[in-house]
Nanobody, 121 residues
């Protein structure tokens, strides 16, 4: 069982910054890929940023240059520093982890419950 808990969402104004955190816990050996997704009302969930085990980072074009994704030293906490927020960044932000569990099985369908980010004009 793998649990992910996001925090740090809130209501901010255009141009403000916000940092999200996601803590992973449970019966896992390692996080292979750690990522942030978001889903706006009426839209599909989309990738925002992800970081792989070897440190490769990928950002969506919408957030490149404004958001920074990082992990702590033990890869149990994922951060998303969001700068220059825009109203179109308003969404529920979800954390996802592709992990190897104790039985050495790899699973990717591990999600947090999400945290709301609202950016007012």
């Amino acid at each position: 069982q793998v649990q992910l808990v996001e925090s740090g969402g809130g209501v901010v104004q255009t141009g403000d910054s916000l940092t999200l955190s996601c803590v992973v816990s449970g019966s896992l050996r390692i996080v292979n890929v750690f990522g942030w997704y978001r889903q706006a009302p009426g839209e599909q969930r989309e990738l925002v940023a992800e970081i792989t085990l070897d440190g490769t980072i990928h950002y969506s074009d919408d957030v490149k240059g404004r958001f920074v994704v990082s992990t702590d030293n033990v890869r149990k906490t994922l951060y998303l520093q969001m700068n220059g927020l825009k109203p179109e960044d308003t969404a529920v932000y979800y954390c996802n982890a592709d992990v190897t569990i104790l039985t050495w099985e790899r699973t990717s369908d591990n999600w947090g419950r999400g945290t709301q980010v609202t950016v007012s004009p």
